[in-house]
């Protein structure tokens, strides 16, 4: 069965630090991916997709990640963290064949300090 | 402004009161989808809709009713809500079920149950 696992629930940060939120997937079809991020009291909001292509993707507010298919994973990375950037991230893998179905990760709480 | 709006935010009910939780969107969508959020197990889907009058379980539908009679509304109905069912519910809508259109969520249903 395919699955998204991202490995930290809670990553805490400095600001100005460079962070990494780790996602990996299984799966044995193609996929598509995606990273949401979810402000408090706040729906989620897409953040970058991976659909084809380049592997390395980049998003809104200096997120990129990278598709790295032999090691079935999707990390998420910025090199500069605001305090602002404090939110829920969710990894979310889509799968050929099943137009439409996400399956998300367990999500991973940033948590940026001063 | 384009919105998926859910109401009520935060509800709390006993056991076996029937509810409604409604959700609405002003683009236009094909697609809405009902998730429920829970720590740990991330986003699970309970329900999807592709048109109007065509609805289709998602991964965790037991408990759950949806209807979609208007192509901009789908509530989420619990006929007989349980204290499994407490939880962060979640609306969105897409143009279509395909990965080039992202989800747009709305900000959410805090639901207890006791």
């Known amino acids: 069965a395919q699955s998204v696992t991202q490995l930290d629930s809670q990553v805490p940060v400095f600001e100005e630090a460079p962070v990494e939120l780790r996602c990996n997937y299984s799966?044995?079809?193609?996929?598509?991916l995606f990273w949401y991020v979810q402000y408090p009291n706040q729906g989620l909001q897409l953040l970058l997709k991976y659909l084809s292509g380049s592997t390395l993707v980049k998003g809104i507010n200096g997120f990129e990640a990278e598709f790295n298919k032999s090691q079935t994973s999707f990390h998420l990375r910025k090199p500069s963290v605001h305090i602002s950037d404090t939110a829920g991230y969710f990894c979310?893998?889509?799968?050929?064949?099943?137009?439409?179905?996400?399956?998300f990760g367990q999500g991973t709480t940033l948590q940026v300090k001063p | 402004e384009a919105q998926v709006t859910q109401n009520p935010r935060y509800l709390i009910t006993v056991t076996g009161k029937k509810l409604t939780v409604t959700c609405s969107q002003n683009?236009?969508?094909?697609?809405m989808s009902w998730y429920r959020q829970d720590p740990g197990l991330g986003l699970r889907q309970i329900y999807y809709?592709?048109?109007?009058?065509?609805?289709d379980k998602g991964d965790v539908p037991e408990g759950y009713k949806v209807s979609r009679k208007e192509k901009r509304n789908f509530p989420l109905i619990l006929e007989s809500p349980s204290p499994n069912q407490t939880s962060l519910y979640f609306c969105?809508?897409?143009?279509?079920?395909?990965?080039?259109?992202?989800?747009?969520f709305g900000n959410g249903t805090r639901l207890t149950v006791t």
């Open positions: 799966s044995s079809v193609s996929v598509y």
């Open positions: 969105a809508s897409s143009p279509d079920r395909g990965y080039n259109s992202p989800l747009h």
């Open positions: 683009m236009n969508h094909e697609y």
């Open positions: 979310a893998v889509g799968l050929s064949g099943n137009t439409g179905k996400l399956i």
């Open positions: 809709s592709m048109n109007v009058e065509v609805t």
